[in-house]
């Protein structure tokens, strides 16, 4: 079984510093990770994701996120924040050949101060 | 390409009318999905189609209906609308997983409906 938690609902950092959200996941075989973003009142846009080829996977936007098998982590970090990162990051992991079984984390506000 | 596109953007129902959404797609994708979002439990996914003619119920399904029948179209129906069904609803698409390798593929969405149930 697959299953996400992303450990922080809110974080809040100011503009030009680096910004880190939080995703461990839980699967049995060998996962598919994505990190997906939400502005507000749109669609979800991909951001990275991981398929079993380099652990560290670079995104858009600066974006990038390493997958680290021993600690079941697929943790986002930008090295620094900009005013318009500020929206929802949802991170979601599936497994391989479990088709169409996305399993979605319940969401990180990313809230970007002057 | 216009991508994964929705419609109607926001409708207001009462309890016990019924509507159906549509969601389109371009890109000759064989997936799709429809998902509901509510405050704080991220993205479910409520029924799922991995080609023409054929749907599968996913996490959260009771309440709603769906229907395949062109590739290019994702149909989600709600015969008897309740309060609990007040969400925002989300249509993606993608390809099958890739070759040999078995790993799932970008989902593309679509902006989204937001669904008021009175």
């Known amino acids: 079984a697959q299953s996400v938690t992303q450990l922080d609902s809110h974080v809040s950092v100011s503009e030009g510093t680096p910004v880190l959200l939080r995703c461990n996941y839980s699967?049995?075989?060998?996962?598919?990770l994505f990190w997906y973003v939400q502005h507000p009142n749109k669609g979800l846009q991909l951001l990275l994701k991981?398929?079993?080829?380099?652990?560290l996977v670079k995104g858009i936007n600066g974006f990038e996120a390493e997958f680290k098998k021993s600690e079941t982590s697929f943790h986002l970090t930008k090295p620094s924040a900009h005013m318009s990162d500020a929206a929802e990051y949802f991170c979601?992991?599936?497994?391989?050949?479990?088709?169409?079984?996305?399993?979605f984390g319940s969401g990180t506000k990313l809230n970007v101060k002057p | 390409n216009a991508g994964v596109t929705q419609t109607p953007k926001f409708r207001v129902l009462k309890t016990g009318q019924s509507m159906t959404l549509l969601c389109a797609q371009d890109?000759?994708?064989?997936?799709m999905y429809w998902y509901r979002q509510d405050p704080g439990m991220g993205l479910r996914l409520i029924h799922y189609?991995?080609?023409?003619?054929?749907?599968a119920k996913g996490e959260v399904p009771d309440g709603y209906n769906v229907s395949r029948l062109k590739k290019q179209n994702f149909l989600l129906g709600l015969e008897s609308a309740a309060p609990s069904q007040t969400s925002v609803y989300f249509c993606?698409?993608?390809?099958?997983?890739?070759?040999?390798?078995?790993?799932?593929?970008?989902?593309?969405f679509g902006p989204g409906t937001r669904l008021l149930v009175l």
């Open positions: 189609s991995v080609g023409e003619g054929t749907t």
């Open positions: 890109m000759n994708h064989e997936y």
């Open positions: 979601v992991v599936s497994g391989k050949y479990n088709f169409n079984k996305f399993y």
């Open positions: 699967s049995s075989y060998s996962p598919s």
């Open positions: 993606a698409s993608s390809y099958s997983p890739s070759g040999t390798s078995g790993h799932q593929e970008t989902q593309y």
């Open positions: 991981y398929t079993s080829a380099a652990t």
